[in-house]
């Protein structure tokens, strides 16, 4: 098996002001994989992603893609791109400069960079749509623009954070389908974060179960699922 | 991190330095220690008696029908003109002070329409004054109390059949016992060092407020050191109230607008509620109708002529624009330490310093002016920097409504895309220039709009270091006053009330601009 393009090895953090227990993780994916984190709210699925984004600073441990530590590196310059449940388009801007500015910040885009929006765009169905404002769309193609820039941004890790929660269940299979096959065809790495164990059947080949800021199982996601045999993860998932 | 107690540096600089000139009373010029038995003088506890009693009286006479409006509107969902009465109590937030004391003058005054005669000057007119401003305020401040009471809660009252009793005891009185004493205190303490009012209304040493027995003894009785007694005392009762009222830590969050508020519960209408509210409507919306008649039917061409009244008028616009821009840049950097403070888990340093921004609560600006003229007064000549002292004591008194009116949005966005600017690396002016200035410039424009307005009608150290070459407007009301030139001065006092909303409107829509999607 290739060497795992995302490496976490002991990564620690305490929320500031006490709180509850340290948390500490441990995981790797690998490129073209979409893997899933599910558990409890409160578990830390959500910390884990803003550990890895740097939005949060670990107490210790490593991070590493593509063999390089990233831990230390300034946010902007993680090759890291996340997706939020919402949130993640300015409501004063159009669809084509919320992308943009994914890709330069002071918005000086080359002609190249212009038309790798608009194959964005195009993908995932969205051409046609670049003058509109956030407010005049379904929240489903709201998500679409989100990822969208996220894929101009070229970056080698995808995070997604409940990403696709505030859909119904056929919108978010859909946007599902779709960034597994983005995510082989850009051979990157993405970690999904869900409260839907459907979602997760859905999405992954495996899957992460976290518990009070642990990953307390790693396994294929039909048996994590569907023959648990831990007592957390049945209490979890309830009976199935 | 270190720009985060920059400007609340500023600010510690802007009150310590005076309170060390007037600590340091004892170098002044002409002290003798017997001087400081005028602290144990009668003079000073009649001044601080009648500073504390017009205080609790103007508090209660304000605050007490202040629930039963707040409860009228509250309850009636829907009535005519509710949104245009709504619109007169946000009114008084930007009347300057001898504006509404020209207009009390117009209507109880000898020839008004309910004369009070000579007894007008004295505790009548200082009351009448203080309910007609925070009357109103206490009823915006008291309003949210009954709009945070959750539909459903009415819904099941409703259901389980409560009487009106019922419904004040279970569900209003305990979200209102909630916010009531922070808003008592608050009023206490405006009404505690309350200057304009008391200074035109107030009459001889027997209706004299500290704040005003300060400027007497700075301006005519030419005595530093009574004047820096006075202010001490006057910093310590602030102190006191100031120190209650953070142990309490519940004054109710509440937008400034002039806007109506919307989004109300119940639907109980009662024709005494409505009595209620147009009672108090016509109370505060008298004495500005009145105001008009007179200076319309009186010798307004004369003081429209006047070269001196422009001059004026330019004055006040320049220190009304420059204390608005100097107070939104302060808050604006107050309220983002504090809020890069919050997200670093460290929520008492950012509240200390969005504290900061309401200092001048504690340290009234007489009190600050005082110790300017205390501590300065032997190197430079205050009278010549009197529009640079009253430009930065007027941006700190529109700071805390910088950081009501900014403070909410600012961290709302900062909540909802702090994470998102930093993975996309928008920061310093990109983050500005596509983020935080197209969906902050509402408050923006709203912040200065009331600071401009505010400063423009202050009547407070101008008055302390003003002269008639330097005079703005509300200078040269009290100086018409002063001359018993009534008419003329409630001419005047309408071109500042035009001058005020004029600007109010401008910036409000020039910086605020249209509304966002």
Known sequence: MAKPMLEIEQLCYRFPGGGPEKMQFDLSVSAGEVLSLIGPSGSGKSTLLNLIAGFLEPESGRIRVNGEAIEQLPIAQRPVTIVFQQHNLFPHLDLYTNVALGINP???????????????????????????????????????????????????????????AALGPALREELIELVKVLVQRKKMAALLVSHQPRDALIASDRTAFVQDGRILALQPTRQLLEKPDLVEVRSYLGSL | MRSAYLVPAILAVLVLAPMWGLLSLGQLPGFEPQDLQFWQSAYIRRVVFFSLWQALLSTLFSVAPAILVARAFALNGEFPFRS????????????????????????????????????????NGILLAHVFFNLPLAVRLLLPLWQGIPRHHWALAGQMGFSGWHR??????????????????????????????????????????????????????????QAVILALLQLSLCVLVAVVLLKLQKLPEVEITISSAAGESGK??????????????????????????????????????????????????????GAAVLSVMAGWFLLGASSRLANRGRLKQARLIELCGSIIYVVPPLVIGTGIFVLLSDYIDVFAWVYAIVIIVNAMMGLPFVIRTLGPAMRKNQMQY??????????????????DWPLLRRPIGLSAALVAALAMGDLGVIALFGTPETATLPLLIYQQLGAYLIPQATATALILLGLCLLVFWVLERCIGGKANA
Not at chain 1, 116 to 130: C, V
Not at chain 1, 132 to 142: A, D
Not at chain 2, 97 to 119: K, Q
Request: net charge positive.
């Open chain 1, 106 to 164: 002071s918005l000086k885009l080359s002609l190249e960079q212009d038309q790798l929006i608009e194959d964005a765009l195009d993908s995932l169905g969205l051409s046609g749509l670049e003058k509109r404002k956030p407010g005049q769309l379904s929240g489903g193609q709201r998500q679409r623009i989100a990822l969208a820039r996220a894929l101009v941004r070229e970056r080698k890790l995808l995070l997604l954070d409940e990403a696709f």
């Open chain 2, 84 to 123: 245009l009465l709504l619109r007169i109590f946000g009114l008084p937030l930007v009347v300057p002070s001898v504006v509404a004391v020209m207009g009390i003058v117009s209507v109880y005054g000898s020839d008004g329409w309910i004369p009070l005669g000579r007894s007008l000057y004295g505790i």
């Open chain 2, 168 to 225: 004040w005891r279970h569900l209003e009185w305990p979200a209102l016992r909630e916010g009531l004493p922070g808003v008592l205190l608050l009023v206490f303490m405006l009404c505690l060092t309350s200057f304009a009012v008391v200074l035109t209304l107030g009459g001889g040493p027997k209706s004299t407020t500290l704040e005003v027995a300060i400027y007497q003894s700075l301006r005519f009785d030419f005595d530093p050191v």
């Open chain 2, 268 to 321: 109980y209408r009662s024709r005494l509620n409505r009595v209620v509210i147009l009672v108090a409507g016509i109370y505060v919306g008298m004495p500005l109708v009145s105001l008009l008649i007179d200076a319309l039917s009186g010798p307004l061409a004369q003081v429209v002529a006047n070269r001196y009244l422009w001059q004026s008028a330019g004055k006040t616009l320049m220190l009304g624009l």
């Open chain 2, 418 to 435: 702090r994470y998102l600017c930093h993975s996309l690396a928008l920061d310093g002016w990109n983050r500005f220039r596509y983020v």
